[in-house]
């Protein structure tokens, strides 16, 4: 099974601040991980897949990079709507999910 | 716009049979490139990918759940549906329907499925 580990758990930040997120695969995962935010009472949206490509209609302030076993998504300016739960996962074999990294406003 | 719509009973005895059924709109579920998934978000232990049936049929399980899980089709009804046998309280979760030709691209809105007497 791969096993999928984001770090932090938790994260408090501001408005305006650059975030990253990181998400590292107990084996080879290649490029085949995806990104999603979660905000409470809704499902999960697609933000990125193959590491670093953006779905149509994200905002660039997200981007993604990694490969192999190490992963991170980075918010480069936080905006309010940003304050929500992410999560990584891969696709690689199967699909497992990270147990997600929440932002919360310092 | 693909979109999808879970539906379903909310509440299921234990040992029972918990059955959804997920409807798409905006393409045709025997569309070429697609995989219809069932997906689960426990408070505690996050989201689990149940399973998945491609556009011809084939199905694919979560090696943890394939003895309890049974997907199937209805083209006729643009349909998917998804039946786990013999649940437990630990089988209560919010279940999704969700659509991909890479990843998760599309997902329902969620459905609460309680297990309880």
């Known amino acids: 099974d791969i096993q999928m580990t984001q770090s932090p758990s938790t994260l408090s930040a501001s408005v305006g601040d650059r975030v990253t997120i990181t998400c590292r695969a107990n084996q080879s995962i290649h490029i085949w991980l995806a990104w999603y935010q979660q905000r409470p009472g809704r499902a999960p949206k697609l933000l990125i897949y193959q590491a670093s490509y953006l779905e149509i209609g994200v905002p660039s302030r997200f981007s993604g990079s990694g490969s192999g076993t190490e992963f991170t998504l980075t918010i480069s300016s936080l905006q309010p709507d940003d304050f929500a739960t992410y999560y990584c996962?891969?696709?690689?074999?199967?699909?497992?999910f990270g147990q997600g990294t929440k932002l919360e406003i310092k | 716009q693909v979109q999808l719509q879970e539906s379903g009973p909310g509440l299921v005895k234990p040992s029972q049979t918990l059955s959804l059924t997920c409807t798409v709109s905006g393409d045709s579920i025997s569309s070429s490139g697609y995989y219809w998934s069932w997906i689960r978000q426990h408070p505690e232990m996050g989201l689990q990918w149940i399973g998945y049936?491609?556009?011809?049929?084939?199905?694919y399980y979560n090696p943890s759940l394939k003895s309890r899980v049974t997907m199937s089709l209805d083209t006729s009804k643009n349909q998917f549906s998804l039946e786990l046998s013999s649940v437990t309280a630990a089988d209560t979760a919010v279940y999704y329907c969700?659509?991909?030709?890479?990843?998760?691209?599309?997902w329902g809105q969620g459905t609460l499925v309680t297990v309880s007497s």
């Open positions: 996962q891969q696709y690689s074999s199967y699909y497992t």
């Open positions: 049936i491609d556009y011809s049929g084939s199905t």
């Open positions: 969700a659509g991909s030709g890479t990843t998760f691209e599309y």
